[in-house]
Structure formats: structure tokens, C-alpha cells
């Protein structure tokens, strides 16, 4: 009688078991997904390249974790006159770049309290004319040198003069690679505007080869007018 009773509380408690089990992983899988896969990652870049319809306004959300250096630039290469209106919105909501009708324009948060900044590009004043935008972005955690440091200090190693210079070689790092997009953004822009030339230039002169050419049949047609001779015609001497 004892070991059915037992077997029965086995045989309630195990299912229940099971479905907390369950739950905690499902909780856990839901809380992974909801955090960017690049959240630990020491540094993130990113280079878009969108096309912004005539009158259209496009935002852009990027995840930026606590105490992180956000950067972002953007450069129009194509379209119109070459402008669109760009603006930042930090994770509070504040506008902490204006909208300014630019061809190209950046914003840097060296300290970043951490959320998702919203990159806004505006063609609005433009009703007809779409553009394609480059936008380039990059989050850098400087904060995972002194990570670690911290580790190699509990290792007893002194290694603080390596970890500075490979610190300092991370910024130089970050800096050259908002050099590299500036200078990206203006060879797309550079080249975009060749293409427009040459098609410009090739549509304009073979519309000139065909003017001439209509014109000149038309003056040897009319030419020959004049020397035509009628068969019919009777001569007056």
C-alpha cells in the first residue's frame, strides 16, 4: 500500500517536473532572442547603402549597449541635388543631431547610456527626385580593454603599457575607419556623377549626329528641287 501511495506522488510530481523545466527554458530562449546577436561583440560596422523615395522619410534603429562610443555618418550619392535631411534621436528620444539639408553630415556618442538611437533620413523637400544614401555606423565598447586588463592583473602580469598601446591602437582603428567610409562615400558619390556625365554626354551627342543628319537630307533634298527638270515642259525657243 506505501510503495503504490509512493509510486503515485512519483508519478504527480515528475510531470510538473518536467513543465518547469519547460517554462525556464522557454523564458531563457525568449530573453536571448529579444538581445542582439552582436551585444558582446567589442565592436560592431556597419556600411548601408538605401535609396530614399521623392517626399519619403526613412528611420533606422541601432541597439548600442551602455558606455559605448556610437558613431554615424551619411553621405548622398545620387540624386536631385545631392542633399537629404538627417537626424539622431537618442534612446530617451531627444534629438540630439538636427535636421539639416546636407549632402553629408556625422554624429558621434563617446558615452552612450545605452538603448537604440534612431537614424532618420529625410527627402521631403524633394517631391520628385529619390535619393541613394550611404550610411555608414559602427558601436565600440573601449570598455572590454579594461576588461581585460583587469584579468590579466589577476594573472599577475604586468602588461598595463601593452594593454594602453593596444587601447590607443583601437581608437587609431576606429578613426581610420570613419576616414575609410568618408572617403567611400565620396568615390560612390564621384562615380555616380561620372555615369551621369557620360550618359549625359553620349544621350547629347548622338541627339546632335541625328540633327545633322535629318538636316543635311533635307538640304539635298531641297537642292535637288531646284535642278529637277520636268520631262513634260515644253521649251520656249
Same mark, same amino acid.
Given at each position: 500500500m506505501q510503495l503504490t501511495w509512493q509510486r503515485d506522488q512519483i508519478n504527480l510530481i515528475l510531470p510538473i517536473a518536467v513543465?518547469?523545466?519547460?517554462?525556464?527554458?522557454?523564458?531563457?530562449?525568449?530573453?536571448?532572442?529579444?538581445?542582439?546577436? #552582436?551585444e558582446n561583440l567589442p565592436a560592431v560596422a556597419m556600411d548601408y547603402k538605401v535609396h530614399i523615395d521623392a517626399g519619403k522619410e526613412d528611420c533606422y534603429h541601432q541597439y548600442v549597449k551602455a558606455g559605448a562610443t556610437f #558613431? +554615424?555618418? %551619411?553621405?548622398?550619392?545620387?540624386?536631385?541635388?545631392?542633399m537629404a535631411g538627417f537626424a539622431v534621436r537618442n534612446p530617451a528620444g531627444e534629438v540630439v543631431k538636427p535636421y539639416q539639408w546636407q549632402a553629408t553630415a556625422d554624429y558621434t556618442d563617446q558615452?552612450?547610456?545605452?538603448? #537604440? #538611437?534612431?537614424?532618420?533620413?529625410?527627402?521631403? %523637400?524633394?517631391?520628385?527626385a529619390g535619393k541613394l544614401v550611404n550610411i555608414y555606423i559602427t558601436v565600440v565598447k573601449y570598455d572590454a580593454w579594461d576588461r581585460y586588463a583587469k584579468e590579466i592583473e589577476q594573472l599577475q602580469l604586468n602588461l598595463q603599457? %601593452?594593454?594602453?598601446?593596444i587601447s590607443t591602437v583601437e581608437r587609431n582603428i576606429n578613426d581610420m575607419m570613419g576616414y575609410q567610409a568618408h572617403s567611400r562615400h565620396r568615390e560612390s558619390r564621384d562615380y555616380a556623377l561620372l555615369v551621369d556625365n557620360n550618359s549625359y554626354i553620349?544621350?547629347?551627342?548622338?541627339?546632335?549626329? +541625328?540633327?545633322?543628319?535629318?538636316?543635311?537630307?533635307?538640304?539635298? %533634298?531641297?537642292?535637288?528641287?531646284l535642278?529637277?527638270?520636268?520631262?513634260?515642259?515644253k521649251s520656249r525657243i
Open positions: 513543465i518547469c523545466c519547460c517554462l525556464l527554458i522557454n523564458v531563457t530562449t525568449a530573453q536571448e532572442a529579444q538581445q542582439p546577436w #552582436y #558613431y +554615424v555618418s %551619411f553621405s548622398v550619392i545620387r540624386g536631385g541635388d545631392g558615452v552612450s547610456p545605452g538603448g #537604440y #538611437y534612431s537614424v532618420c533620413i529625410d527627402n521631403q %523637400f524633394s517631391r520628385f603599457n %601593452f594593454t594602453s598601446t553620349q544621350t547629347f551627342s548622338i541627339s546632335q549626329i +541625328v540633327v545633322i543628319l535629318i538636316t543635311c537630307s533635307i538640304q539635298v %533634298f531641297f537642292v535637288r528641287k535642278f529637277e527638270v520636268k520631262s513634260g515642259s
